[in-house]
């Protein structure tokens, strides 16, 4: 596996579990299965250490190839011997269709994709104060089926870039470290053939 977590262990030494499941989203999401691996919901298991969700998912035919996998490494996790957490969610909370980026009148909405980081964020260093979280912003993106880059994308009425900087900002409300990986990899328009 080329992921991150991947290279991340091989290059630190670090013992490192991917949780991450594609298609879910940071918010609220429609399917219950993929809802079950929402951040949110990750994060309310590991407070409460009830993982019923995501082992009801792993049931399901829409995802359980990989539901399974996850489910297994989330319970075994003993959180009071983590270390870090790294955040990195959007691909599917920033589209035109998915959730509000956030609501001023509820700060921490999980129907939203900033409320439930902000939501997630305080829930698991309320319980887990010593663990260290890294939050990543989305990609640069290219779409070859329109031929648009995201830089150009304007979804529910914001920019794609103010997702990416709601992400950072959010980060600095929580003074938690952020990976800026739409600005700092260096994907362009020049180069995204490379690497998409």
Same mark, same amino acid.
């Given at each position: 596996? !080329?992921?991150?977590? %991947?290279?991340?262990? =091989?290059?630190t030494g670090m013992k490192v579990y991917n949780l991450g499941v594609g298609g879910?989203?940071? @918010?609220?999401?429609?399917?219950?299965?993929?809802?079950?691996?929402? /951040?949110?919901?990750?994060?309310? #298991?590991?407070? %409460? !250490?009830?993982?019923?969700?995501?082992?009801?998912?792993?049931? @399901?035919?829409?995802?359980?190839?990989?539901?399974?996998? =996850?489910?297994?490494?989330? =319970?075994? +996790?003993?959180?009071?011997?983590?270390?870090?957490?790294?955040?990195?969610? *959007?691909?599917?909370?920033? =589209?035109?269709? #998915?959730?509000?980026?956030? $609501?001023? !009148?509820?700060?921490?909405? %999980?129907?939203?994709?900033?409320?439930?980081?902000?939501?997630?964020?305080?829930?698991?260093?309320?319980?887990?104060p010593h663990i260290k979280i890294i939050i990543m912003t989305p990609l640069f993106?290219?779409?070859? $089926?329109? *031929?648009?880059? @995201? $830089?150009?994308?304007?979804?529910?009425?914001?920019?794609?870039?103010?997702?990416?900087?709601?992400? +950072?900002?959010?980060?600095?409300? &929580?003074?938690?470290?952020?990976?800026?990986?739409?600005?700092?990899? *260096? /994907?362009?328009? @020049? !180069?995204?053939? &490379?690497?998409?």
């Open positions: 596996p !080329n992921d991150y977590p %991947t290279i991340l262990a =091989k290059e879910t989203r940071m @918010s609220v999401h429609p399917e219950s299965d993929y809802g079950a691996f929402s /951040f949110f919901h990750i994060a309310d #298991s590991i407070v %409460t !250490n009830d993982y019923k969700l995501q082992k009801k998912a792993k049931k @399901s035919e829409t995802i359980s190839y990989i539901a399974e996998t =996850k489910y297994n490494a989330l =319970k075994s +996790i003993d959180w009071n011997k983590v270390d870090y957490i790294t955040i990195c969610y *959007g691909a599917n909370d920033i =589209k035109e269709w #998915s959730n509000p980026m956030d $609501d001023p !009148n509820n700060p921490k909405s %999980t129907d939203t994709f900033i409320g439930a980081l902000r939501y997630s964020i305080e829930r698991i260093q309320m319980e887990y993106r290219y779409w070859s $089926d329109t *031929g648009e880059y @995201s $830089d150009e994308q304007i979804i529910q009425d914001v920019p794609y870039t103010a997702w990416v900087d709601a992400v +950072i900002q959010t980060a600095l409300e &929580y003074d938690l470290h952020c990976i800026d990986l739409y600005k700092t990899p *260096g /994907f362009n328009r @020049s !180069n995204h053939s &490379y690497y998409y």
